[in-house]
């Protein structure tokens, strides 16, 4: 399995808090496993989820390298939590050898190894898996959302801040060292890729706001525009904006 690190960045603090919450719930499984934590019912529930909610809430003070974990901890913390609830809720036993006690076991050594990597890149992308954005913003100008607008037609305008638009989807070897500087756009009608194209910019001239048309049948129609790095590689977080239009 290749090590991917989510690294610290948008979204680690509640990673962070995720990993420590689920390494205190995986411990409370081991204990009631072996006698030394008694959970019998509903009633002894609350003590270990408590704890487990106050540690997550101190662990976002590490989120730094805390939050490289959330790939196999957040499988982990719903295996244990899931015990946890059957155990109190269930006539099911957490003792060794028994079969919820074995069932956690397997899923707890298969579960992350299955889902870290895949995880890890949906919750918060490395670097050499989706470029990262940093403070780019793509808008809408025109329409705006909620007008109306004359079916065929119909003319975009879009602006990108914290970045610039090139001249399309180029090759990645005519790109720059920054993501956000000569991107792409890929424009949505309802969910369906539309084919657009613009003028005027360059790689080593992008634009800042650029116009194009699309085609619109008569109706209510929703428009999303994602901005890329320059080659159509989606940027994490994902830079989007998106408006409702009635063509009439």
């Known amino acids: 399995m290749m090590m991917l690190l989510a690294h610290a960045g948008a979204g680690s603090t509640w990673q962070a808090a995720v990993v420590v919450a689920a390494l205190v719930l995986t411990v409370a499984v081991v204990l009631a496993t072996f006698g030394v934590l008694e959970i019998d019912g509903p009633a002894d529930l609350p003590t270990p989820i408590a704890v487990a909610v ?28 899931f015990a946890l609830l059957a155990t109190a809720f ?10 919820l006690a074995m069932g956690v076991l397997a899923l707890a050594i298969v579960a992350p190894v299955l889902l870290y ?30 007008a109306r607008v004359t079916a065929g037609r119909v003319v975009l305008t879009v602006r990108v801040d914290g ?28 969910g369906m890729p539309t084919d657009v ?5 360059s790689v080593a001239a992008p634009c800042d706001e650029i116009t194009f048309p699309i085609t619109l049948d008569p109706g209510e129609h929703r428009i999303t ?11 994490a977080p994902y830079v989007l904006d998106e408006v409702t239009v009635t063509a009439q």
Request: aromatic share 4%; proline share 12%; net charge negative.
């Open 54 to 81: 106050a540690a997550g809430a101190a662990g976002v003070l590490g989120n730094t390298w805390l939050s490289d974990g959330i790939g196999w901890a957040l499988p982990l913390g719903v295996i244990a939590l």
């Open 90 to 99: 269930t006539p099911l036993t957490l003792t060794p050898f028994a079969p």
């Open 117 to 146: 990597q895949p995880l890890t890149i949906a919750m918060h992308p490395p670097d050499d898996v989706l470029p990262l954005s940093d403070d780019s913003e793509v808008t809408i100008v025109e329409p705006a959302d909620g």
């Open 163 to 190: 970045g610039s638009v090139g001249p399309g989807v180029v090759e990645p070897d005519a790109l720059g060292s920054d993501p956000e500087e000569a991107g792409s756009l890929l424009v949505t009608v309802d």
């Open 197 to 201: 194209v613009w003028n005027g910019c």
């Open 225 to 235: 525009i994602e901005f890329t790095r320059g080659d159509g590689t989606p940027l």
